[in-house]
């Protein structure tokens, strides 16, 4: 396996995480702290920060043409993305709260997997 098959999964990812990142840094600024009013998969109550990262790693995985399958803790259901050369699972938490403080916008990791099929 060519290191260049997954160069540009990798670009979107670390794009992803920078811009995830950024909104982390902004959150107090363009009011994304505090709940959204949902709760995710496993139950828990979902932050603004929790939809908005969610979203943004949905929409680059769903386009970037190289991953046919989404998994999130942000979603109840598996997410079938329908395209030729689809060749990954990608498995994620957008944004981890483990370890996370809103309250001090502790940095957020960003946990994920890639599978090929």
């Known amino acids: 396996m060519r290191i260049s098959q997954h160069y540009g999964t990798n670009i979107r990812l670390q794009l992803t995480c920078k811009f995830i990142?950024?909104?982390?840094?902004?959150?107090?600024?363009?009011?994304?702290?505090?709940?959204?009013?949902?709760?995710?998969?496993?139950?828990d109550d979902q932050k603004k920060l929790d939809v908005l990262g969610n979203q943004i790693f949905l929409?680059?995985?769903?386009?970037?043409?190289?991953?046919g399958v989404i998994v999130s803790e942000e979603e109840d259901d598996v997410i079938i993305v329908k395209g030729r050369g689809a060749r990954y699972a990608v498995?994620?938490?957008?944004?981890?709260?483990t370890f996370f403080s809103f309250s001090v916008l502790i940095q957020?990791?960003?946990i994920w997997t890639r599978v090929s099929q």
């Not at 959204?36 to 496993?42: E, Q």
């Not at 929409?59 to 991953?67: I, S, Y």
């Open 21 to 43: 990142a950024h909104n982390i840094r902004r959150a107090t600024l363009i009011n994304l702290l505090g709940l959204a009013g949902a709760s995710n998969a496993t139950g």
């Open 59 to 67: 929409d680059t995985m769903k386009n970037c043409g190289k991953v």
């Open 108 to 110: 957020a990791p960003l």
């Open 91 to 97: 498995v994620c938490d957008p944004i981890d709260g």
